[in-house]
């Protein structure tokens, strides 16, 4: 039996939360980062904080079966939940700073992803959560309406709402009228 086998649910019982933890924290550690907007601190204190009380549930949590759902779960639910908190911080500006142009020609294939994330980023807790359950970690309509406690038809119009404004946030970016784009009037 794999290590996988026991973290998706196949002979969970028998492990111990330290494995667990071994063979799951980069993925969990990389959905925190993408709930959070790429903040690692951000992203590191929630899954310490999610971890802690998943410890404190170790034995509940296995015996419902797969541990690494249910985390995830919590994970999302935490992520939402500290992003209603702090929903009064002001969002940061999405400018991309463009001194260089030939900086930008040998990072490009960087700044498309950078744009992304930081666009992923400005968007509300729920609707990012939805973004990152059905297109990062690919689950359903019916899964990621699960694991938010909602139901589809709420996955489909947040996904919708949140890909509306990421097109926007993305194509501010690119928007001749932003002074973003190369001087071709300079001799």
């Known amino acids: 039996m794999s290590p996988d086998d026991q973290i998706n649910g196949v002979g969970a019982t028998a492990m111990s939360f330290e494995e ?4 799951a924290s ?3 550690l990389t959905l925190a980062l993408l709930l959070t907007g790429r903040q690692r601190a951000e992203a590191e204190d929630l899954l310490q904080d999610v971890l802690e009380r998943a410890y404190r549930r ?4 296995i015996r419902n079966g797969g541990p690494e759902p249910y985390v995830r779960q919590m994970l999302v639910n935490a992520a939402v939940d500290r992003g ?9 500006p999405l400018a991309v700073d463009v001194a260089d142009r030939a900086a930008v020609d040998q990072v490009g294939q960087h700044a498309d992803r ?14 990012r959560a939805v973004l990152v359950l059905r297109y ?5 309509e019916a899964q990621t309406a699960a694991v938010l406690g909602c139901s589809a038809g709420t996955v489909k119009s947040q996904a919708s709402r949140a890909l ?3 097109r926007e946030l993305t194509a ?8 973003h784009q190369e001087d071709a009037e300079r001799p």
């Open 164 to 166: 509306s404004r990421l």
């Open 172 to 179: 501010a970016s690119d928007d001749p009228d932003t002074g």
């Open 58 to 61: 170790w034995s509940r949590i």
């Open 114 to 127: 950078d744009l992304l994330l930081r666009a992923l980023a400005g968007l509300p807790p729920r609707q």
């Open 136 to 140: 990062f970690e690919d689950l359903s």
């Open 84 to 92: 209603r908190r702090l929903r009064r911080r002001p969002e940061a």
């Open 20 to 23: 667990f933890v071994a063979g």
């Open 26 to 28: 980069t993925r969990l």
